[in-house]
């Protein structure tokens, strides 16, 4: 197996390489975004309730979870193609069940297979990235990745409304269908190996504390707004894994998730504000489509066409925002972005339920420009200081504490939205009168974006220290 360090130069084909890593992200992340329109189809077609089509959601989250902390120990035994054809194999396999599903257990099943390839194709991403294009030029890489990110599910809620206004459920899958295959084709072709296989020890004890941990604490969210005593069970044994996981990949030679990634302050720190990024993102799209629906009463394809101009705006400027990080370095988009984020974010803790959806679609859109300078950026950042040894391990880090950020943003922002419906109806004289019901929907939903805003806040001040890093000199020198 031929590496990046030895590959000469005129073999290294990044466009072909990139195009195809590209093309199987969008692949993946578009579907994700598909299924949500449809979940109320669902429940009328296998006769199920809300609370069991939401394991839809949940299992794939669960799944994906999971798998992120294992990444880098694949990654070892793979080669960039084995790894990348595995991840759309899984997907594609996936999707077939999915389609053709009978019972709402296939359909499941489906999902489950299809959240496989999803853990598997980001990190290899993001990791391919970072071993073929040099410091000062992966900011522009990681911003197409950044468009496809953002631009896939952007457009999946919106193209997905309007397939099932003419088509079946079904065909959120088949429609899919070629575009994995291509993927697939592509990839053979044109991707290339380059990633080194070391093999590295497999620990069975990190992986089951890894499955048990990060499994328990997704699942622990997810089930909490069910059942909260069942929820806080799996949180308590999830977190208590989750420390003896850490306890062990410090203390053995071969971790499966090495975290001597947080020796490096710059690593650190942009994972923490990514954490914290992601929680504010996750508030503002699970909050957003519910004040749409239930106080504007939009429909959910109309929705999903608010969202979309800002999804295409910030698809559209991720490219542009790479550029710019190379050339500048992340203070100069960072900075501005998050504090765009807060003041959009504190605009949404003062909406009403008489507000023009124009409105909503300039202050989104104003949003994820925001975004777009943030998220390629921070992590461009944090992953540009590790040395090559540690790019699996620093992108299965990143990956894994978003997903679960992710989780922890959607449950705590969810439950505080409902905590404050329940507070301002205790006080009025007639809880019942549907005015008073959509006056504290909207009561919920500012209070929740208040607490959004100080985390973006929190945000905000943490990138006042973030720096621009380099890769360590031994490979700048290679390079």
């Given at each position: 197996?031929?590496?990046?360090?030895?590959?000469?130069?005129?073999?290294?084909?990044?466009g072909?390489?990139?195009?195809?890593?590209?093309?199987?992200?969008f692949?993946?992340?578009?579907?994700?975004?598909?299924?949500?329109?449809?979940?109320?189809?669902?429940?009328?077609?296998?006769?199920?309730?809300?609370?069991?089509?939401?394991?839809?959601?949940?299992?794939?989250m669960?799944?994906?979870g999971?798998?992120?902390?294992?990444?880098?120990?694949?990654?070892?035994?793979?080669?960039?193609?084995?790894?990348f054809?595995?991840?759309?194999?899984?997907?594609?396999?996936?999707?077939?069940?999915?389609g053709?599903?009978?019972?709402?257990?296939?359909l499941?099943?489906?999902?489950?297979?299809?959240?496989?390839?999803?853990?598997?194709?980001?990190?290899?991403?993001?990791?391919?990235?970072?071993?073929i294009?040099?410091?000062?030029?992966?900011?522009?890489?990681?911003?197409?990745?950044?468009?496809?990110?953002?631009f896939?599910?952007?457009?999946?809620?919106?193209?997905?409304?309007?397939?099932?206004?003419?088509?079946?459920?079904?065909?959120?899958?088949?429609?899919?269908?070629?575009?994995a295959?291509?993927?697939i084709?592509?990839?053979?072709v044109?991707?290339?190996?380059?990633s080194e296989?070391?093999?590295?020890?497999?620990?069975?004890?990190?992986?089951?504390?890894?499955?048990?941990?990060f499994?328990g604490?997704?699942?622990?969210?997810?089930?909490?707004?069910?059942?909260?005593?069942?929820?806080?069970?799996?949180?308590?044994?999830?977190?208590?894994?989750?420390?003896v996981?850490?306890?062990?990949q410090?203390?053995?030679?071969?971790?499966?998730?090495?975290?001597?990634?947080?020796?490096?302050?710059?690593?650190?720190?942009?994972?923490?504000?990514?954490?914290?990024?992601m929680?504010?993102?996750?508030?503002?799209?699970?909050?957003?489509?519910?004040?749409?629906?239930?106080?504007?009463?939009?429909?959910?394809f109309?929705?999903?066409?608010?969202?979309?101009?800002?999804?295409?705006?910030?698809?559209?400027?991720?490219?542009?925002?790479?550029?710019?990080?190379?050339k500048?370095?992340?203070?100069?988009l960072?900075?501005?972005?998050?504090?765009?984020?807060?003041?959009?974010?504190?605009?949404?803790?003062?909406?009403?339920?008489?507000?023009s959806?124009?409105?909503?679609?300039?202050?989104?859109?104003?949003?994820?420009?925001?975004?777009?300078m943030?998220?390629?950026?921070?992590?461009?950042?944090?992953?540009?200081?590790?040395?090559?040894?540690?790019?699996?391990?620093?992108?299965?880090?990143?990956?894994?504490?978003?997903?679960?950020?992710g989780?922890?943003?959607?449950?705590?922002?969810?439950?505080?939205?409902?905590?404050?419906?329940q507070?301002?109806?205790?006080?009025?004289?007639?809880?019942?009168?549907?005015?008073?019901?959509?006056?504290?929907l909207?009561?919920?939903?500012?209070?929740?974006f208040?607490?959004?805003?100080?985390?973006?806040i929190?945000?905000?001040?943490?990138?006042?220290?973030?720096?621009?890093?380099?890769?360590?000199?031994?490979?700048?020198?290679?390079g």
């Amino acid at each position: 197996m031929t590496n990046i360090g030895t590959l000469p130069e005129q073999e290294i084909k990044r466009g072909p390489i990139t195009v195809a890593l590209i093309i199987g992200a969008f692949v993946a992340i578009l579907n994700e975004t598909f299924l949500n329109i449809a979940l109320a189809d669902l429940m009328r077609t296998f006769h199920v309730s809300a609370t069991t089509v939401q394991w839809l959601a949940t299992a794939y989250m669960l799944v994906v979870g999971i798998l992120m902390p294992a990444t880098a120990l694949i990654s070892g035994w793979l080669t960039t193609r084995q790894m990348f054809l595995s991840a759309m194999s899984f997907f594609l396999i996936g999707t077939i069940i999915c389609g053709f599903s009978a019972n709402f257990g296939f359909l499941l099943l489906g999902r489950v297979v299809q959240a496989i390839g999803s853990g598997l194709l980001l990190p290899v991403m993001m990791n391919t990235i970072l071993l073929i294009y040099p410091p000062e030029k992966r900011g522009g890489a990681m911003g197409m990745i950044g468009l496809v990110i953002m631009f896939a599910p952007a457009i999946g809620p919106t193209l997905s409304g309007l397939i099932i206004s003419v088509l079946s459920w079904r065909w959120l899958f088949f429609l899919v269908l070629p575009l994995a295959v291509f993927s697939i084709l592509f990839a053979m072709v044109y991707l290339k190996n380059v990633s080194e296989v070391t093999r590295p020890k497999v620990e069975i004890p990190s992986i089951l504390l890894s499955t048990i941990g990060f499994g328990g604490l997704v699942y622990g969210l997810g089930a909490g707004a069910q059942n909260g005593g069942i929820g806080m069970i799996f949180l308590i044994v999830g977190l208590a894994a989750l420390l003896v996981f850490v306890w062990r990949q410090l203390t053995i030679a071969e971790p499966i998730l090495d975290l001597r990634a947080f020796k490096y302050p710059m690593f650190s720190l942009a994972t923490v504000i990514l954490i914290l990024v992601m929680m504010t993102l996750f508030s503002t799209m699970i909050l957003l489509p519910l004040y749409m629906q239930k106080a504007l009463l939009l429909t959910s394809f109309s929705a999903g066409l608010i969202l979309l101009p800002g999804g295409l705006i910030n698809g559209l400027l991720s490219p542009a925002m790479g550029r710019v990080f190379d050339k500048f370095g992340p203070r100069w988009l960072v900075i501005p972005g998050l504090f765009i984020m807060s003041a959009v974010i504190w605009l949404f803790s003062r909406l009403t339920a008489s507000e023009s959806p124009l409105y909503i679609v300039i202050l989104y859109s104003v949003l994820l420009i925001g975004m777009a300078m943030v998220m390629m950026p921070v992590s461009t950042t944090g992953l540009n200081e590790l040395p090559k040894d540690l790019y699996p391990h620093g992108t299965a880090i990143m990956n894994t504490l978003q997903q679960v950020s992710g989780g922890i943003g959607t449950a705590l922002f969810v439950s505080i939205m409902v905590s404050g419906q329940q507070g301002y109806l205790r006080k009025v004289s007639d809880p019942t009168a549907p005015g008073q019901l959509l006056s504290a929907l909207v009561s919920g939903m500012n209070r929740a974006f208040m607490v959004a805003m100080i985390v973006a806040i929190a945000s905000f001040i943490l990138s006042l220290f973030l720096k621009r890093t380099h890769a360590p000199k031994e490979e700048r020198a290679e390079g």
